[in-house]
């Protein structure tokens, strides 16, 4: 069984940095592609990057240049930096975790990390 769990998440002024964990157990972590995704609410949920086995990472218009995802294969985990910060940045942030490069519907979630960005 592959599990997930977030952590890291609170508030932050705008402006501000942040950095969300992803530890997962379960499965061949240095095998999976690693995906991050936020759902503001009343909003559909949102791709915001992510990192290959190989590592290759790729990320969506509204953070490139902001987010940084990284990985530590020995740690099991993957890593989201958030820096310059927005009031739209706001959201549930999950990661996700797949065999495939992308992230498909038959990756494994985590519950998620509330991020708030509010002065």
């Known amino acids: 069984q592959v599990q997930l769990v977030e952590s890291g998440g609170g508030l932050v002024q705008p402006g501000g940095s942040l950095t969300l964990s992803c530890a997962v157990s379960?499965?061949?972590?240095?095998?999976?592609?690693l995906g991050w995704f936020r759902q503001a609410p009343g909003k559909d949920r949102k791709f915001i990057g992510r990192?290959?086995?190989?590592?290759?990472?790729a990320y969506g218009d509204s953070v490139e240049g902001r987010f940084t995802i990284s990985r530590d294969n020995a740690k099991n985990t993957a890593y989201l930096q958030m820096k310059s910060l927005k009031p739209e940045d706001t959201g549930v942030y999950y990661c996700a975790a797949d065999t495939s490069v992308v992230i498909t519907r038959n990756a494994y979630w985590g519950q998620g990390a509330q991020v708030t960005v509010s002065p």
């Open positions: 990192i290959t086995r190989d590592p290759i990472t």
């Open positions: 379960g499965g061949t972590f240095s095998t999976y592609t």
